[in-house]
């Protein structure tokens, strides 16, 4: 039985300004994802603060939306079988040392923080994070 999903996905800072966005949105493609919005935007540290406030008892909340506000990103409405989970697989470990050959954050990562990509983690948050950037 099909049971389709849609979920956010978020091309970060350090993959932006290396030019890698046609790349990555690709590999979802060839993943079988549609890509059914998306849209390059520069968010404020404020609203990073509200976008990531789950983790706003981490230590390193402040570095994550300075980081994630530093520069362009590209965020995209994901549809497939499956997308929240699929997603995170193709993603891979948040960590890129520890993520497994072929996914994303293997391939284009640099470091736990500049890991190139954001995915929602379950089907609760997709909604709320969809809703976070394309709400209309
Ligand atoms: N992060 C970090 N240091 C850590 C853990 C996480 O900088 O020790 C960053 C990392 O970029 C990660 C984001 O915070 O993508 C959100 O953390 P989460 O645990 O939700 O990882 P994700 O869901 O992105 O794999
Ligand atoms: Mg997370």
Redesign the pocket.
């Known amino acids: 039985m099909s049971n389709i999903q849609h979920t956010l996905s978020i091309i970060k800072p350090d993959a932006v300004e290396r030019n890698l966005q046609d790349q990555i949105k690709n590999e979802f493609k060839n993943h079988g994802f549609q890509i059914l919005e998306e849209k390059k935007i520069h968010i404020s540290k404020e609203e990073a603060e509200r976008f ?1 406030k789950i ?1 706003e008892s ?1 230590p ?1 909340y402040n ?2 939306c300075a980081y994630l506000s530093s520069g362009p990103i590209v965020v995209m409405k994901l549809q497939k079988d499956n997308a929240v989970i699929e997603n995170r697989k193709l ?1 891979g ?2 960590n890129p040392k520890d993520a497994e050959e072929g996914t994303l954050r293997k391939k284009y990562g640099i470091s ?2 500049k ?1 190139s990509v ?2 929602s ?1 379950s089907v609760e948050n997709a909604k709320i994070e969809l809703e976070f950037f394309f709400k209309n």
Do not use: E, P
């Open positions: 990531y983790h981490k390193f570095d994550l993603m470990a948040t736990i923080d890991n954001h995915g983690d």
